[in-house]
């Protein structure tokens, strides 16, 4: 067993992600069997409840209001609705139930159909999870209050490469939202996106924010770049896939008593490479045939992966 540590430093984890192929999947693999049962995948389905027209500027994203892409905005979704999607996710196989807001920050007049939301998803016997942006000490109250089970919340990438993604809000405003679902005892999921043009120290510096949490986010989503035509990152060169697997490996090794997701991005990744990132320790994805707005492989290509790979 690995105890969880706080004071990675960037040397470290370049270091450890420097480290020959095999060694370091053969490390991060232990550490996955070690911790977690390396049959199990983590099961999630995400729904965009609310979309487009937000008022926050990240780079890599179809739904701010700073970019045209072609995307169809809609308001929050009602309740009966969202549940309609809840109950097909459940009978699909999801676990986790992820609910998505193009928003900002949560407002207070959308509140009381969040809460519902929550509430429902929990009747299903499904883990609810929970991004609307940032959030005051008072809505993360309320929202655990309802039961919600994670919030996700990324930081995306190293604190130096940050100003260069996203200029609408500073870093510390993110850890300030995840600091207060800490308090009101919310689950975390958080992490970031590779292939947005960062350095190999702007990896290493998120996965050392990443680590200062503690406990350690309990979710780590790390996200492969979808680049999006109309978007500032659309034109991004993708991140390649052996790269992406080594950073996985670290993440595991960083990581030990987290699921770790390989979240957007496997649409485009062959299986082998599916399974590369599986072997590297990533213990979650996403299923269905849809992220927010983005595509994912859906149910029969994640068939054909979890029994290549013997996964329940
Ligand atoms: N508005 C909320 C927020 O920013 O926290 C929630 C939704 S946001 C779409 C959730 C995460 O999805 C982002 O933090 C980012 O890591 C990831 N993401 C968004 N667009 C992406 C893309 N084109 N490729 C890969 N990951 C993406
Ligand atoms: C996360 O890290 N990835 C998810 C979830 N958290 C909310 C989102 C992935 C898809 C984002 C791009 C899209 O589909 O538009
Ligand atoms: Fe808004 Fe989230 Fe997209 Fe940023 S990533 S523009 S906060 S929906």
């Known amino acids: 067993m690995t105890t969880p540590r706080h004071d990675w430093t960037r040397a470290e984890i370049l270091a450890l992600a420097a480290r020959p192929f095999s060694d370091l999947l053969y490390d991060a693999q232990t550490v996955l069997r070690a911790h977690h049962d390396p049959h199990a995948i983590q099961k999630s389905r995400l729904l965009n409840i609310k979309t487009g027209g937000c008022a926050e500027n990240c780079g890599y994203c179809s739904q701010s209001a700073f970019v045209k892409t072609g995307l169809v905005n809609s308001k929050l979704m009602a309740v009966e609705d969202v549940l309609d999607e809840a109950r097909r996710a459940k009978a699909e196989g999801a676990e986790r139930f992820c609910m998505g807001a193009a928003w900002r920050e949560l407002k207070d007049r959308d509140l009381p159909a969040i809460v519902d939301m929550v509430k429902g998803v929990k009747a299903l016997g499904l883990e609810s999870c929970m991004t609307l942006g940032m959030l005051t ?123 770790v997701r390989i979240a957007d991005g496997r649409e485009t990744m062959s299986e082998e490479l599916q399974a590369l990132c599986l072997l590297a320790g990533a213990n979650s994805l996403f299923i269905g045939d849809k992220l927010l707005t983005t595509a994912n492989p859906g149910e029969a290509r994640d068939e054909r992966l979890f029994g290549a790979m013997g996964i329940a």
């Not at 770049?225 to 659309?234: D, E, F, N, S, Y």
Request: proline content about 9%; hydrophobic content about 35%; some cysteine.
């Open 137 to 259: 000490q008072a809505q993360a109250d309320a929202l655990a209050g309802a039961g919600l089970d994670y919030y996700n919340h990324n930081l995306d990438t190293g604190p130096e490469y940050y100003p260069t993604v996203v200029s609408t809000r500073t870093y510390q405003e993110r850890l300030d939202t995840l600091e207060a679902c800490r308090r009101s005892g919310i689950n975390l999921c958080c992490g970031g996106i590779l292939g947005m043009g960062e350095r190999p120290e702007d990896r290493a510096d998120l996965m050392v924010e990443l680590a200062k949490l503690d406990p350690h986010p309990e979710s780590v989503p790390i996200n492969r770049l979808v680049p999006i035509p109309g978007t500032p990152l659309g034109d991004s060169a993708p991140i390649d896939g052996l790269d992406f697997v080594r950073w996985l490996a670290v993440a595991r090794i960083v990581f030990p008593q987290s699921v």
